[in-house]
């Protein structure tokens, strides 16, 4: 049967795998109030790669999963990737930061910096082990970017549950959005300074400066722009930053992120892009899903891994908590605010996962830390919902109050 079925073929079983097995999971198992099917998808990515299928049926997994398989699902990947990313950096609300700038400071800074610190002192405890830092990494790269893990807030995904939990158009939702959109700047300024590469920095100097040129001249075209040409436009200057930023020495999805972050929101019309993320979930970002559980590595021992999940579970979501309380001190939130918020912002998915799996890339940690902080995003995302929901419920005042 191998030998008569064409590379073709053996693709379209991979897609029909990637998009039924999660997806009766979700639905026969009901999991949508602790697993959306988003996350489902993430998890399924996993059992589906080397470390779990790939054990149990070698040859199946094989069979399916071969080189130019594999190779096509990773083209679909990145351009899905490029895309949700773009939209993310789109979705920035940096003029509502910058309105209320005190309170927003004070509370992303905080709840960036906590487990930013936690999580770097995890990762600390990890160099005293074999198998966890990359390669190609410097220890204070490999530092940096683990406890930068723990601190990521996924912006895409945390709109996705605050629409599930009927707060993103409050009050509190628009707040929880400004403290996400500066901790995403933060994030992404930190992979730059952790991807440069001192031999490139030439290069890399050069696609910065041609960036905010070129940038000044985009934004003077695109409001001139019909809205239906700016995402024509849009897409063409995607491909254009990511390419720069991947020539450089970067990586292209931070070219992809700069290429949105640098746009307005309001250039596009806001049910169009809630559409556009949606169908991007919906038909490509799977495909990633599956190319990232393909990645996954437990050649350090699966009870290695998940003592290292746990402890950097900790470190992030103690930390976020920690970090949120402190702001709320400070700027003397109602009691129960704080608990609320900060369990909003410790949500990892996505934009965690498109982290990691850049500092996987370029060789700042293995497969194995991969495989942990994988875990760890999932864990995270899947305490939100079921531990928010509650609180929101007894707490009704709070979702109305302004800051």
């Given at each position: 049967?191998?030998?008569?079925l064409?590379t073709?073929?053996?693709?379209?079983?991979?897609?029909?795998?990637?998009f039924t097995v999660?997806y009766?999971?979700?639905?026969v198992?009901?999991?949508?109030?602790y697993?959306?099917l988003?996350?489902?998808?993430?998890?399924?990515?996993?059992?589906?790669?080397?470390?779990?299928?790939?054990?149990?049926?070698?040859?199946?997994?094989?069979?399916?999963f071969?080189?130019?398989?594999v190779q096509?699902?990773?083209?679909?990947?990145?351009w899905?990737?490029?895309?949700?990313?773009?939209i993310?950096?789109?979705?920035?609300?940096?003029?509502?930061?910058?309105?209320?700038?005190?309170?927003?400071?004070?509370?992303?800074?905080?709840?960036?910096?906590?487990?930013?610190?936690?999580?770097?002192?995890?990762?600390?405890?990890?160099?005293?082990?074999?198998?966890?830092?990359?390669?190609k990494?410097?220890?204070?790269?490999?530092?940096?970017?683990?406890?930068?893990?723990?601190?990521?807030?996924?912006?895409?995904?945390?709109?996705?549950?605050?629409?599930?939990l009927e707060?993103?158009r409050?009050?509190?939702g628009?707040r929880?959005?400004?403290?996400?959109?500066?901790?995403?700047?933060a994030?992404?300024?930190?992979l730059?300074?952790?991807?440069m590469?001192?031999?490139?920095?030439?290069?890399?100097?050069?696609f910065?400066?041609?960036?905010?040129?070129?940038?000044?001249?985009?934004r003077?075209?695109?409001?001139?722009?019909?809205?239906?040409?700016?995402w024509?436009?849009?897409l063409?200057?995607?491909?254009v930053?990511?390419?720069?930023?991947d020539?450089?020495g970067?990586?292209?999805?931070v070219?992809?992120?700069?290429?949105?972050?640098?746009m307005?929101?309001?250039?596009?019309d806001?049910k169009?892009?809630?559409?556009l993320r949606?169908?991007?979930?919906?038909?490509?970002m799977?495909?990633f899903?599956?190319s990232?559980g393909l990645?996954?590595?437990w050649?350090v021992?699966?009870?290695?891994?998940?003592?290292?999940?746990?402890?950097?579970?900790?470190?992030?979501?103690?930390?976020?908590?920690?970090?949120v309380?402190?702001?709320?001190k400070?700027?003397?939130?109602?009691?129960?605010?704080?608990?609320?918020?900060?369990?909003?912002?410790?949500t990892?998915?996505?934009?965690m996962?498109?982290?990691?799996?850049i500092?996987?890339?370029?060789?700042v940690?293995?497969?194995?830390?991969?495989?942990?902080?994988?875990?760890?995003?999932?864990?995270?995302?899947?305490?939100?919902?079921?531990?928010?929901?509650?609180k929101?419920?007894r707490m009704?005042?709070?979702?109305?109050?302004?800051?």
């Open positions: 049967m191998h030998a008569i064409s073709t073929e053996i693709f379209l079983i991979a897609l029909g795998i990637i999660p009766l999971i979700w639905r198992g009901r999991t949508d109030y697993a959306p988003v996350v489902v998808q993430i998890i399924t990515g996993i059992l589906l790669g080397p470390g779990i299928l790939g054990s149990i049926f070698p040859d199946y997994y094989a069979f399916v071969t080189q130019p398989v096509s699902l990773n083209g679909i990947a990145w899905a990737v490029m895309i949700f990313v773009w993310a950096g789109i979705e920035l609300d940096l003029k509502q930061a910058w309105a209320h700038r005190r309170e927003s400071v004070i509370t992303a800074g905080l709840a960036l910096a906590t487990p930013l610190l936690l999580g770097s002192i995890v990762a600390a405890g990890m160099l005293l082990h074999d198998g966890w830092i990359g390669p990494a410097m220890t204070w790269q490999f530092v940096l970017g683990v406890g930068m893990a723990c601190a990521v807030t996924a912006l895409p995904i945390l709109i996705l549950l605050m629409e599930k707060i993103l409050q009050a509190i628009q929880i959005l400004r403290y996400a959109s500066l901790d995403d700047i994030i992404w300024g930190v730059a300074l952790i991807l590469d001192w031999q490139r920095v030439g290069m890399q100097g050069a910065l400066f041609a960036f905010g040129v070129c940038s000044y001249g985009f003077k075209l695109m409001v001139r722009l019909p809205e239906n040409d700016r024509y436009v849009g063409i200057w995607l491909v930053c990511a390419f720069g930023a020539w450089s970067l990586h292209f999805m070219g992809a992120f700069l290429s949105g972050a640098v307005d929101g309001d250039w596009f806001q169009q892009m809630d559409l949606h169908h991007v979930l919906l038909v490509v799977p495909v899903f599956l990232t990645r996954t590595n050649s021992g699966g009870e290695a891994v998940f003592i290292a999940a746990a402890v950097l579970l900790f470190a992030s979501v103690g930390g976020k908590l920690l970090g309380q402190v702001a709320g400070v700027l003397k939130w109602q009691p129960g605010e704080a608990s609320i918020i900060g369990w909003m912002l410790q990892k998915a996505l934009i996962i498109i982290f990691v799996n500092l996987m890339d370029k060789g940690i293995t497969s194995e830390t991969f495989t942990a902080l994988l875990l760890m995003a999932v864990a995270s995302t899947m305490l939100t919902v079921p531990v928010v929901s509650p929101l419920q009704q005042s709070i979702v109305t109050r302004a800051a």
